[in-house]
């Protein structure tokens, strides 16, 4: 049995792990675009923007890892076409690689922004994405960042540790409203103006000008460098032209198999028909990309899976560090337990009286008691929910 990952993502290393740790003794090829072996993305918006990790951290394993795992890994080798029928994939070099059993991890692409000039705007996804960014953001540099989303918050808190003048155009009142309804946006708000980020909020960018942001209120913002984050697009390039079925991903069952049962999805592309949530998710983190690459590498080689884990995010912006469990929409109620104007506290989002996602601000190992709660599925009471004096575990005991 021949095995296959093309993308050299998180998804795609966490998959080869998995195989040879489960004991899978044959060959395992690992085609990836990138010229880095593959790298935790995270930092690179964060602990390395900031200069407090070492580049040397974000790789998931070292070169002789893959040396020693007997693990095939070609990397600066673009997959260019999957042919199902003869179960082989082409690169870009012409060679072909043949498989017997496929896992596509190839991850996103970030959105370019699509106004004049917008190609000026610097993008973020890669190491040497990074790199730019941080050689161009100093004590003096005039910074617009465009998106109030993770990245772009992200972005915009490392430039200002830095000394940069920030400031942060998006297109909602609040940034991340659609993520986190308006209660808890409105404590990211105050947090980045708190550490002096300008916020110019439901406003959009309509042109980037060699000096200048230009928004459709007529302001024009002084920019020596613009970096957007206005989200990024499932790389389903090569499934969608084998004729797999791909609508917003790759559909894939609780298996992470595709339509074609030799070929697995894990990662950011994958939309997963989620055992637990009893709906189909595809879900663009890093927890994510950990789990479904194990558990895609596990199915491959027979075993059986129904993959049920909750979504999971973190972020840490300024002294404000977050975890958050589940799905719920923004507009869902909300319970808070603890001190919200003091960033110290657990929000949790019902859905039909049950908690159906919760947060975890600047409050750790809590985050599991969280997501059992939500597991549990049971109806609260909001009295209790909201007492730090209860514990979670009684919620539902
Ligand atoms: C700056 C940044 C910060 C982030 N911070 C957080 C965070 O704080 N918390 C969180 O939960 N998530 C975070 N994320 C999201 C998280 O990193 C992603 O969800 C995760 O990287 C997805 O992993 P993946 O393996 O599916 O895809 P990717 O990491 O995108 O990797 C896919 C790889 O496949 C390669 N590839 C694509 N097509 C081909 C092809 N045809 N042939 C060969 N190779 C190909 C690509 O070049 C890429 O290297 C962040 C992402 C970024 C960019």
Redesign the pocket.
């Known amino acids: 049995m021949t095995y296959v990952v093309?993308?050299?993502?998180?998804?795609?290393?966490k998959a080869v792990e998995a195989l040879r740790d489960e004991g899978f003794e044959g060959p395992v090829t690992l085609?990836?675009?990138?010229t880095d072996r593959?790298y935790?993305?995270?930092?690179?918006?964060?602990g390395l923007l900031l200069g407090t990790e070492e580049l040397e951290s974000v790789f998931v394993h070292s070169p002789q890892w893959y040396r020693e795992h007997d693990v095939d890994l070609r990397l600066g080798?673009?997959?260019?076409e999957l042919d199902r029928s003869a179960k082989v994939v082409r690169l870009a070099s012409g060679d072909e690689v043949p498989y017997e059993r496929l896992l596509l991890?190839?991850?996103?692409?970030?959105r370019r922004l699509p106004v004049p000039g917008g190609e000026r705007a610097l993008l973020?996804?890669?190491i040497p994405?990074?790199h730019r960014i941080s050689e161009a953001v100093t004590a003096t540099t005039r910074v617009v960042v465009i998106g109030s989303g993770?990245?772009g918050l992200?972005?915009a808190a490392a430039a200002r540790s830095r000394g940069a003048q920030v400031t942060v155009v998006g297109a909602t009142p609040l940034p991340l409203q659609k993520i986190l309804g308006d209660r808890i946006a409105q404590v990211f708000a105050d947090l980045h103006r708190g550490n002096g980020t300008e916020l110019r909020l439901d406003n959009h960018v309509v042109e980037v000008t060699e000096t200048e942001v230009v928004l459709a209120d007529g302001a024009r913002l002084p920019a020596d460098v613009v970096i957007a984050g206005i989200g990024?697009t499932p790389?389903v390039?090569?499934a969608a032209d084998a004729g797999l079925a791909v609508d917003n991903g790759v559909l894939v069952s609780s298996s992470l198999a595709s339509s074609d049962p030799d070929i697995f999805a894990?990662?950011?592309?994958?939309n997963i028909e989620h055992a637990f949530l009893g709906h189909r998710v595809r879900?663009?983190?890093?927890?994510?990309?950990i789990h479904?690459?194990q558990a895609a590498a596990r199915a491959m080689l027979g075993q059986p899976v129904a993959y049920d884990r909750l979504p999971?995010?973190?972020?840490?912006q300024y002294d404000l560090g977050m975890e958050y469990i589940g799905t719920a929409p923004a507009d869902a109620e909300v319970v808070i337990r603890g001190d919200l104007a003091g960033r110290e506290f657990l929000a949790f989002w019902l859905v039909d009286g049950r908690v159906a996602a919760g947060m975890n601000v600047n409050i750790w190992d809590v985050n599991d008691q969280i997501g059992e709660l939500i597991k549990s599925r049971v109806t609260v009471d909001r009295a209790r929910l909201a007492d730090p004096g209860v514990e979670l575990a009684a919620l539902h005991a």
């Open positions: 093309v993308g050299g993502g998180l998804a795609a290393a085609i990836a675009s990138e593959p935790e993305r995270p930092p690179l918006s964060k080798t673009t997959a260019t991890a190839t991850g996103s692409t970030p973020l996804r890669t994405d990074s993770w990245i992200e972005v990024v790389n390039g090569l894990a990662g950011d592309i994958a879900v663009e983190h890093w927890d994510v990309a479904t690459g999971y995010f973190f972020t840490d």
